[in-house]
Every structure is written in C-alpha cells, then in structure tokens.
C-alpha cells in the first residue's frame, strides 16, 4: 500500500529539526520504505510504500509515531505530538435512528450538521492533492483530509437527499443493485455491508464507496456525517468480487482501529466548522458492540538478547517500546506492555515485541554471523523443487530460455471449449478472463511477439487449470516448450525428451502417433498418458508434458551391470517394411526374440526400408555363429509373419 505525505503536514505532530533525507533514510531502515523524497514548491513529498500488516502507518499521524520513535533510538531528539481534539458541545436533537449490526460493524459513528459547499481553503485542497488525491469541494475534502491524517475512513452523506427517518445497516441481498457515486451501476452479489432507508433503498455500501442517491453536491445544506469500522473480511471480499478499489476499501479490509473513529469524528467536525461554516444540528451517534479489548503482553529480558544476538540495555529496550505507543513496565526479569489499540492486529507473542525493539536499534547495528550447524541435512531427492532445478538446468544447457507468462488468458488464447474453462469472476481486462488449460498458447505468444528473432527455444513449468464441478479448479504443474527455427526436426525435440527422461531415471517411455494433433506424437510413461509433440509447422514444434508424472516416477537409483567379459555381435539387417507399421513395434519384435539380444536401434530409413542394428551378447560366454543365425532365422520370420517385412 503506497502513500504519499508532505513534510509540513508531517511536522504539525513530528517536532524534530531531522532533516526530510534524514528521517527518509531512518524510517527505511527501522520501518516502511520510502520509495523516494521529492521537493514539491518549498515542501517535500515523502512517497511512503506501507505493509498490509501496519495499517496504523497509513496516515501522517501513524508515520509521525513511528518517525519519532526511530529518530530517538538513533540518537536524534525527536517527539509526537497528538493530534489536539476537543469534543464539541451538540444538540440533543436525533435527526436520523440508525440500527446496527454487529456481525457487520464494530463501531459506528454520525453526526448532522448544516454547511456551506464551496472551495476548500488552499491548505487543505494543497495537501489533499499533493498526497495523491483530488479536490472536489469543502465538504467531501474534510472525508479524504481526515483519512490522511488520522488513518480511518469517514463519509458524508446529502442529509436532505437521503429524505429518511432511519438508517438500518445490513447484509446486501443477492440481485440488488446500487449505483456509486461515480455513476456506475453493481449487481450485488449478496454478503455485502450496506445502509437502507425507511424504504428499503441502499444508500450506501459501507466501507467502499458512497452511492450517487445520496452524495453531496453544490446544492447541499445539511450533511450526515458517518464513520464505521467495518467487519474487515467482508469489505475484502466485496471489494474484490464488485471490482471497487477504493483507498476507504484498502483500509477498511486491514482491521482498522475502532478508537481511532472517534477521533476521526472530532477531527471531521473541527474542520467542517473551519472549512465550511459547519454547525452541529444533532447529537453524536455512538454505536459500539464490539469495544476493543485490552491484551498484555510479556517480554523476557533473556529472550530479547538471544534472539536478536546482542545485549539491549533494558532501559533502551523499554524506551524503545513506550516511543512506539506502548504501555511499558520494567519488572525484574521481563518487561509487561499493554499493546495500544492500534497495534492489536499485529502484536500476538514476545517475539512480536523483540522485532519492534531489533528494528528501531538498527538492522544493520545486529552482528552478521551465521547459526552454527548442528548436523547435516541429507538431501532430499523426493523434492520436487530439486528435480524442476534439475530439468531447468538441463534445458539452460541444450539451448533453452525459460519464460514466465500469465496464467490468465483471453478468449482467443483459450484452447478448447469455453463451458470447459475456469472463468475469472472479476477479471483485469479481457485479456486476463480464463485460467489457463495448456501453457502452448501463451508461449506461441512469446514466439509471435518475437517475430524478429529466427531461431527461438523456450520453455516454461508452471500450473494448468481444469475445471471442476462444484469444487476449485485442479492444479496441474506442467512442462512445456516450443522450438522455432529454420527445418525444425520432430526428431531433434523427441531426442531431447528421451533425453531428459532418461536422466531423471524414467526408462518405460513409449512414443505413438498423436490422436490428438495427427502430426506429431503422444507419449506414455508405461500405460499412464504423459503429453504431446506437435508439429505446427516446417519450422515450429511444441511439446507439452505432465510434469506431476513426470515427479512421480523419477528416480535417481542405479542398478550396476558389469562389463560382460565376452565380446558381441553386431550386425545390421535391413527390411523392406509398410511405412504404416511404427518402428517402435519393430524394434520391440526384434527384442522379444532372444535375450541375448542386448540393443536394437533404427540405423536407417528410405522409404519402405528399414535397416536396423543389432547386437548379441551373453554375459556367460563367447556366443557362437550358429546361435546368432538361429535367433537371426527367428527375427526374419516373425516380422514377415506379423508385419509382412521381408529382408533385403
């Protein structure tokens, strides 16, 4: 999650005369990475990149606490200053009786007020747009300028548009639609958080977006001013399916803290009151089930030396600690925190404490040394990281690049039926609306995008998707590769499987004319159905193969076979044989004859003939001229008898 926040705002809560390189470079190294620092007139941007396990830090607030603590720690005065908020006198009128649920929503807050729309003031409309975001008018700025300030998600809605007595959140229901703010028009999908008035009309889906039936225009008199911390799991899942990324929806699905709404509200009326001649015409609405809960955590002393390797002062240690917001106590042996609001998502274990204190002293301060090793690790060949090393290596060397390309593909890269395909519910564009079935398509993409290169070997393992009814789509890890180049041989691409397999230990791999390309070949390991060469064209093959059978059946195990102290036979015997007979059935015929004989290879093929080299041996003696003619008389006549073949 990337954020973008200006030095002079930065500085309304961080007192320090740090420079904006110098906290820059302190916070990177202690805490989330600033990506750059940029002069912007007479102030500085800092473009802050946040991890989604620290939405605390999604705000200027949040980063002037952490700034603060890591700028002490190393040696530089600094301190943070919360934000000074007052609770406002209100009315005890209650405009609108809202009902909550709170399976759906932890907190939820509303005011009404009277404002006057117009332009912001040019400091809010400067910092809002130089952290990233536009300026739209008085009211709707003070929503985006508290949540950059303070971290929550607030809105407001058109009081009078609204036109309604009650507001009651609920579970959308599946088939309801809502138009947003921006005038685009959702089929609700069911689950979702929303607000209904008196009528039973969505005016809002909590936590995502406001809808256009109630948004603020030039015309607005009164607003309802709304803040709710939502039930995170449910705006992930609604953001994602609808397709609305919002900054209110990133923050909401991380677990915001529910204390920091109030302060929220404070902040939002202070400024409607100062941007917007705001006045206050309700009570304030407070509506809080699910109150956080305090947790206290323990840390022992011992434990924080040897696990970041250092001795840490435990007074260096607790400072550390409080500078972050914690509640910290030094007892004789550890040190007690209570975890403040805003770090409950994150801070389960002692070990989550140790990181908070090995971070603000200085990664690169902790001593560089290698675990000592205890005992030595066989290495495991069952692995199937290992032999996918193994096979990328063997490919490097005969040639190959490896490519990586989506798994996502487009209507025409889809090969096979539609009604067959893993469909994406919320794609990216229509280029990314299927899971892929085969990997050959999007690696003839890579050769057609590469028209200017004449000779291209590449390949690719990666996962195939099939459908399943009712169930998540079977993963299946597949090898593929295509070869282009001028008089691209269909024999070259079977040696380099035969090869391959040969050297991950797999010998029973059989080769028969392709059902499903017609030119080309599909391949058997044993009976089990392995994959394809196909020939596309005169200078284009590819090949698919299961790569999860291919796991299953290798082996590295060697069966020693001495050298036979008796010397061969060898001799080649040519056939005139229909072109229709595969030569793998030949050469299986021949073998059978005899075990004595030891290796049958094509040699030669013209035509109808066939000349095939042969060798005998017996591992116990000097084999004779007259067992060699009696297996040779037994060959002969058998492949005429099964195949029609006569010796030339």
């Known amino acids: 999650m990337d954020i973008k926040i200006l030095d002079s705002w930065l500085r309304d809560f961080l007192k320090t005369k740090a420079n904006p390189e110098k906290i820059g470079e302190i916070l990177s190294a202690t805490s989330v990475s600033v990506d750059r620092i940029e002069?912007?007139?007479?102030?500085?941007?800092?473009?802050?990149?946040?991890?989604?396990?620290?939405?605390?830090?999604?705000?200027?607030?949040?980063?002037?606490?952490?700034?603060?603590?890591?700028?002490?720690?190393?040696?530089?005065?600094?301190?943070?200053?919360?934000?000074?908020?007052?609770?406002?006198?209100?009315?005890?009128?209650?405009?609108?009786?809202?009902?909550?649920?709170?399976?759906?929503?932890?907190?939820?807050?509303?005011?009404?007020?009277?404002?006057?729309?117009?332009?912001?003031?040019?400091?809010?409309?400067?910092?809002?747009?130089?952290?990233?975001?536009?300026?739209?008018?008085?009211?709707?700025?003070?929503?985006?300028?508290?949540?950059?300030?303070?971290?929550h998600p607030t809105h407001v809605f058109d009081l009078d548009r609204l036109n309604t007595k009650t507001l009651t959140v609920r579970e959308a229901k599946s088939g309801e639609t809502i138009e947003t703010l921006d005038n685009k028009k959702y089929v609700l999908r069911g689950g979702e958080i929303v607000a209904v008035d008196d009528n039973g009309r969505i005016v809002d889906l909590l936590g995502i977006m406001g809808l256009e039936n109630s948004v603020v225009t030039e015309k607005t008199k009164r607003i309802l001013y709304f803040i709710n911390t939502n039930e995170p799991t449910r705006i992930r899942k609604a953001s994602m399916s609808l397709g609305i990324r919002t900054e209110a929806a990133v923050l909401n699905e991380k677990n915001i803290d529910s204390e920091l709404a109030y302060k929220a509200l404070l902040l939002g009326i202070e400024l409607f009151e100062k941007n917007a001649k705001g006045k206050l015409i309700s009570e304030i609405t407070d509506i809080y089930p699910n109150k956080v809960k305090e947790k206290t955590v323990s840390v022992r002393l011992s434990r924080i030396n040897k696990l970041i390797g250092i001795e840490i002062e435990p007074?260096?240690?607790?400072?550390?600690?409080?500078?972050?917001?914690?509640?910290?106590?030094?007892?004789?042996?550890?040190?007690?925190v209570v975890v403040p609001s805003f770090r409950l998502g994150d801070i389960e274990i002692e070990e989550d404490l140790i990181e908070e204190i090995a971070r603000l002293q200085g990664y690169e301060n902790l001593p560089n040394i290698l675990p000592p090793q205890t005992k030595v690790v066989a290495h495991r060949f069952a692995d199937g990281f290992y032999w996918e090393k193994r096979v990328k290596q063997a490919f490097k060397y005969w040639g190959f690049t490896e490519v990586y390309t989506y798994s996502f593909v487009s209507t025409e890269l889809f090969e096979g039926p539609l009604e067959e395909a893993v469909e994406i519910n919320n794609p990216l564009n229509e280029e990314f609306v299927y899971m892929r079935k085969t990997l050959v398509p999007s690696l003839l993409k890579v050769v057609s995008d590469n028209k200017e290169q004449e000779t291209i070997k590449i390949f690719e393992i990666a996962n195939v998707y099939h459908k399943r009814k009712g169930d998540l789509p079977q993963e299946l890890l597949t090898l593929a590769g295509v070869v282009k180049k001028e008089k691209a041989?269909?024999?070259?691409?079977?040696?380099?499987?035969?090869?391959?397999?040969?050297?991950?230990?797999?010998?029973d791999l059989e080769f028969k004319s392709s059902d499903k390309t017609g030119i080309g070949a599909s391949l058997y390991v044993g009976k089990e159905y392995l994959g394809e060469i196909e020939i596309l064209d005169n200078n284009l093959i590819d090949f698919e193969l299961n790569f999860e059978l291919i796991l299953k059946n290798a082996s590295l195990k060697k069966i020693f076979k001495p050298l036979s102290k008796f010397p061969p036979i060898v001799e080649d015997l040519s056939f005139n044989i229909s072109k229709s007979i595969e030569t793998k059935s030949v050469i299986d015929e021949i073998k059978?004859?005899?075990?004595?004989?030891?290796?049958?290879?094509?040699?030669?093929?013209?035509?109808?003939?066939?000349?095939?080299?042969?060798?005998?041996?017996?591992?116990?003696?000097?084999?004779?001229?007259?067992?060699?003619?009696?297996?040779?008389?037994?060959?002969?006549?058998?492949?005429?008898?099964?195949?029609?073949?006569?010796?030339?």
């Open 315 to 336: 007074q260096k240690a607790l400072k550390a600690l409080k500078d972050l917001g914690f509640e910290a106590k030094l007892l004789k042996e550890s040190i007690e």
């Open 39 to 151: 002069k912007s007139g007479d102030d500085y941007i800092y473009d802050i990149e946040v991890t989604t396990n620290r939405p605390d830090l999604a705000s200027v607030t949040g980063i002037a606490r952490e700034a603060a603590a890591a700028l002490n720690q190393h040696g530089i005065n600094a301190s943070y200053e919360e934000p000074r908020l007052k609770t406002p006198e209100t009315p005890k009128d209650k405009l609108i009786e809202i009902t909550s649920d709170p399976k759906l929503v932890n907190r939820l807050l509303a005011v009404a007020m009277k404002v006057e729309v117009g332009d912001s003031s040019k400091e809010t409309r400067e910092r809002i747009e130089r952290s990233g975001t536009r300026s739209l008018n008085n009211v709707i700025d003070v929503t985006n300028y508290v949540m950059k300030e303070i971290g």
């Open 489 to 507: 041989n269909f024999y070259e691409v079977k040696g380099l499987i035969e090869q391959l397999l040969t050297d991950l230990g797999i010998k």
């Open 592 to 648: 059978s004859k005899s075990k004595l004989i030891t290796e049958v290879e094509l040699m030669d093929q013209y035509d109808n003939s066939r000349t095939f080299h042969i060798v005998y041996q017996d591992p116990e003696k000097n084999l004779t001229t007259e067992e060699v003619s009696q297996i040779r008389e037994k060959i002969i006549s058998d492949l005429k008898e099964k195949f029609g073949a006569s010796l030339k």
